[in-house]
């Protein structure tokens, strides 16, 4: 006894690491009571599977007699343990009996449990085993270094590594002792969580009666990112004869079912009480349910996958790990997933097979992709995703390989709706060519050509490629590229069109012009997209798309010959012009100003013909009587151009060349060069800052005149810019501080104003009075007598203005002989209006300088009084008399005393009027005596000249009068409009000695 207690004693002493077989030899097989070796091989838990799996056999091995007892009390035929013949044993005689020996209750429950524990022990083992098998076969897939053949040191790898096998075997995951008491299904979900699927297998094998009621638990501990091909025998089928989820098949490790496992003897166990110490034994299998009341519907099914590719789709983004769920979904016969399947598919050549570019980044590339985006998307959105990063290089396969799979599907799956769309694929296909880069497109026709098989070309139509060409060479805004056009225009096709095709090409012509207005921007439609223009190609025939080819041939021809003169235009722009006479009239100035003002770039004369040879080409029309860019100009409208640009680029070296060498190809009549060297020289005068024709634009418009044959119109245009020229040296102002503009001298109507500007802004400028003349006659007016007249009356009035009377004399005189020849060159009796203002404006002169009561020479004031009594109307005539004989009264008295005080000097012939005046003064009346005018005669006069004056473009007397003889300021313009009041000597007299006053000496003489 006393051994007894001390091996009991000894046993409870020891740690679970610390048992080994020699202990369980030693202190449990020894002893009698069998509750007590039971409940000690049930209590212990050791890492060694050799010891744990004796003591679970030991344990067993005593809870054997409790089985044979429970079955002789129940007069059941004495059979080995693990016979099932007692499967219907009444569960209330069991009960009875578990109640009654408390004992073999307590057996039966701790073999129950050490019976479970002998399954996950051997599965444990078969975990082992895989592993080790598992390790092995990675070791001998290793590659072997070639070098390394004759490796010395291979045999003690070799021994290394069958020493660290037998040292260190390969361990499961989870401990021995973790393994056998912790959750089954707890130990399940973390081999899925961390994907030891081989582990798993073993489980879900062996205990599927305890873990296939969460086996959807189970595969959501499966990490989303990791392969459904490692798992795929986990995953759910689907079985069509039953319509609902296939059972799992199970096998067991013991192929009997032990007699504690029945259901009645579950029953009657849970129904006994026990100590507290077996509730932590009881078995969970008897709550389990059989498979049968747990599968899943197909609906159901189809519901897991799907909401599964959204976990992994939304959680990690790998759409080839969702796509190849539904791939072993579709694989194991779960219905509904073969769209979601052409989704992922679709889904995953765009992640994955999409090329991308090296600099690609958008909006769009930023998003995640997840089939909510996908369904959203229309398919035309879909096609750019697919091409958005494609290249000329890659376009064509990138179509073949991404666009060409999505196409076949959207059309499968019409067809499957029951809407069938046989033009579906090709409608996406143009609309995505229509919106790509021209180099974009130009690959994808390259792949289309006509001469390829059919089944190698991605637009398969000849008349589709056609149609697609014009529609997006016309609806291109490119002005540079003209090498990709025409890299389109050589993959279309040429076909063989016979006789009685006209009509056809009637029609082309007439879509081409319709097409033409609607290409034209207009408040109600700014601009047509390629969409719209293919509306007018698209209902030609064969014949009508060859005529419109040809057209388009012409009109690349005619872009490529605008790009090269750095002129380029727009294909549209061909078709807008084609019946616009002025906008082809101003391309072809654009064409000729442009390539002028870039005419450094061009060399000698052979430069500019190869320009006149393109513009030339422009008008004519082809071989098909298609015209050209310019075909509604002439040759020699164009011809005239062409010259007009020579001229404004100031190249007038090379127009002299091309129009006098013996091989010059430009030939235009005389009268029409003049003109546009006219024009030409006019535009470089009107765009002229400085008036100085030595530099700048105006010597430009100078040096323009000399490129024709001499004429009197060249001449008269060189006199009008040299006169701008002199007028600029008298520095002018159109406004204070802003000298005059040759802009504003060319529009001045009245340039005698022009002259009047000179005399009263330079003072000196009357001293030279035949500059002043010179300047008049290159203003255009060298003919014109009465302008001469008039200027001569303006540097009159100026230098009286300055006292200067010597000039102003003998500028009187010039005008007086500018009259009388104009009144001998006129007929007689005949009334000229050119004489009479001619006339008027000298007499007024003459008057104003021969009353001037500070001009001291008499004889010279008799002599201009005289002249304007001989000039005058009859009716001013009494006007004039009055200071003509106060200043012939003023002549006999200083003859009077020159006479007393020199009576030796020889007298002076006293200057008698004209014979023409002593006619006209016979011819007075005796009763029209100057003496009983209510006016007097110098104011009448004064006024007669302000009136002719006022029709004058200066200001005659305008300017103010410094330095008098009397010291003060006194103004011109106040003598003209001031009379003789007709107050008598004395008064007069009197007013002399004051200071300030006018000269009114010359209007006191009434008698």
């Given amino acids: 006894m006393a051994f007894a207690e001390s091996s009991y004693t000894r046993w409870e002493t020891l740690k679970d690491e610390q048992v080994t077989l020699s202990d369980i030899e030693h202190f449990l097989t020894p002893a009698n009571d069998d509750l007590w070796v039971a409940a000690a091989c049930v209590d212990r838990f050791v890492s060694d599977e050799l010891v744990q799996r004796s003591l679970i056999e030991l344990g067993i091995k005593r809870t054997s007699p409790a089985v044979e007892r429970c079955k002789e009390v129940l007069l059941l035929p004495s059979k080995a343990p693990g016979s099932s013949d007692a499967v219907n044993v009444p569960k209330e005689l069991l009960s009875v009996h578990f ?16 019976l479970e524990r002998l399954d996950r022990l051997s599965s444990f083992a078969e975990i082992r085993k895989e592993l080790l098998a598992k390790k092995r076969d990675e070791e001998v897939e290793q590659p072997i270094d070639e070098e390394w053949e004759d490796d010395p040191w291979e045999g003690e790898r070799e021994t290394s590594t069958h020493t660290h096998d037998a040292a260190s075997p390969v361990q499961p995951p989870i401990p021995l002792e973790d393994f056998m008491v912790e959750d089954i299904l707890d130990i399940a979900c973390f081999f899925a969580s961390q994907e030891y699927f081989d582990a798993l297998r073993t489980l879900l094998t062996y205990h599927s009666s305890s873990l296939w009621p969460s086996r959807l638990t189970i595969l959501k501990s499966i990490p989303y990112h990791s392969n459904p091909s490692d798992y795929r025998d986990f995953l759910p089928a689907y079985d069509t004869t039953t319509d609902q989820e296939l059972a799992n ?6 192929m009997v079912e032990d007699w504690v496992e029945s259901p009645d003897v579950q029953a009657a166990l849970s129904q006994t009480k026990l100590p507290a110490v077996f509730e932590a034994l009881h078995s969970t299998s008897a709550d389990i349910f059989p498979q049968g009341s747990q599968l899943l519907s197909a609906q159901q099914l189809t519901s897991w996958y799907q909401k599964r590719v959204d976990q992994i789709i939304s959680s990690t983004g ?109 409608r ?26 059919p089944a190698q070309r991605l637009i398969k139509d000849d008349k589709d490629i056609a149609r697609l060409a014009l529609t997006c060479l016309y609806g291109s805004n490119s002005l540079t590229e003209w090498m990709t056009m025409s890299r389109i225009f050589e993959c279309l096709p040429a076909w063989d069109i016979g006789a009685g095709t006209e009509d056809d090409a009637d029609e082309a012509d007439a879509t081409i012009l319709s097409l033409g207005q609607f290409v034209t921007p207009s408040t109600a439609h700014p601009q047509c997209g390629p969409a719209d223009l293919l509306l007018f190609f698209k209902p030609l025939p064969v014949a009508s798309l060859s005529r419109a080819l040809d057209i388009l041939d012409v009109h690349l021809e005619s872009g490529e010959i605008f790009a090269r003169w750095n002129v380029p235009a727009p294909l549209r722009w061909f078709l807008q012009s084609a019946g616009n006479v002025t906008e082809q009239r101003a391309w072809a100035n654009r064409m000729a100003r442009r390539t002028g003002a870039a005419a450094d770039k061009l060399g000698d004369s052979e430069d500019w013909e190869w320009l006149l040879d393109d513009m030339l080409k422009l008008c004519g029309t082809n071989e098909s009587g298609l015209r050209s860019a310019f075909g509604l100009l002439t040759e020699e409208e164009v011809s005239s151009i062409f010259f007009s640009g020579i001229l404004s680029s100031g190249r007038f070296d090379v127009a002299r060349d091309l129009l006098y060498s013996k091989h010059g190809k430009l030939s235009l009549n005389p009268s029409k060069i003049e003109d546009l060297c006219l024009a030409a020289s006019r535009e470089f005068y009107d765009n002229a800052s400085s008036a100085n024709y030595k530099v700048g634009d105006m010597k430009l418009a100078y040096d323009c005149l000399g490129v024709p044959a001499p004429s009197d119109r060249l001449t008269k245009e060189r006199d009008f810019i040299e006169a701008t020229s002199r007028l600029s040296s008298f520095n002018i102002m159109s406004r204070p501080g802003i000298p005059i503009s040759p802009i504003e001298i060319r529009l001045t109507k009245d340039r005698l104003s022009l002259i009047s500007h000179v005399l009263s802004s330079n003072a000196d400028a009357y001293k030279h009075a035949q500059v002043i003349l010179d300047l008049l006659h290159k203003l255009g007016l060298r003919d014109d007598v009465v302008a001469e007249v008039k ?53 007024l002169a003459c008057f104003q300088l021969g009353r001037h009561p500070e001009f001291p020479d008499v004889e010279q004031k008799l002599t201009l009084l005289g002249r304007a009594l001989e000039l005058c109307p009859a009716d001013k005539l009494n006007d004039i008399l009055t200071p003509w004989r106060r200043v012939e009264q003023e002549s006999l008295e200083a003859r009077k005393e020159r006479l007393a005080n020199h009576s030796a000097r020889p007298k002076r012939a006293v200057t008698k009027p004209v014979s ?3 006619s006209r003064l016979n011819n007075l009346h005796a009763s029209a005596s100057p003496l009983i005018n209510a006016e007097d005669a110098a104011a009448l006069a004064g006024r007669a000249f302000n009136r002719v004056a006022s029709n004058f473009p200066f200001r005659v007397g305008g300017r103010d009068r410094s330095e008098s003889r009397g010291g003060q300021v006194r103004s011109r313009s106040r003598e003209v409009h001031r009379g003789l009041d007709g107050e008598d000597v004395s008064i007069q007299a009197s007013r002399v000695l004051q200071r300030g006053i006018g000269w009114l000496l010359g209007a006191d003489d009434e008698s």
């Fill in 318 to 426: 790998m759409l080839d790990t969702a796509l190849s769920l539904v791939q072993h979904g579709g694989s194991l016969g779960i219905p509904g997933l073969d769209e979601l399947g052409e989704d992922l598919s679709l889904m995953t050549r765009l992640v994955y097979d999409v090329t991308q570019g090296q600099n690609a980044s958008n909006a769009q590339d930023d998003e995640d992709w997840t089939l909510a985006r996908w369904r959203r998307m229309e398919p035309s959105q879909v096609v750019g995703a697919y091409l958005a990063h494609s290249t000329a290089d890659t376009i064509a396969k990138d179509i073949s390989r991404l666009v060409m799979p999505y196409l076949f599907v959207l059309e499968s799956r019409s067809e499957r709706a029951g809407r069938p769309d046989p033009d579906l694929p090709n």
């Fill in 249 to 254: 098949p199970s096998r067991k490790w013991r």
């Fill in 428 to 453: 996406l296909l143009h609309n995505y060519v229509l919106d790509a880069p021209l180099d974009i497109v130009a690959a994808i026709f390259e792949a289309s050509k006509p001469t390829f098989p």
């Fill in 791 to 843: 200027t001569l009356a303006m540097i009159s009035d100026a230098a009286l203005q300055a006292e200067d009377f010597t000039r102003a004399f003998d500028t009187n005189q010039r005008m007086i002989d500018a009259v009388f020849k104009l009144r001998s060159a006129t007929s007689s009796g005949a009334e000229d209006p050119r004489l009479q203002e001619a006339s008027e404006v000298c007499w």
């Fill in 916 to 918: 023409s005046l002593q």
């Fill in 99 to 114: 109640n009654d020996t408390s004992e073999d209750a307590q057996l039966c429950q701790i073999r129950t449990t050490l």
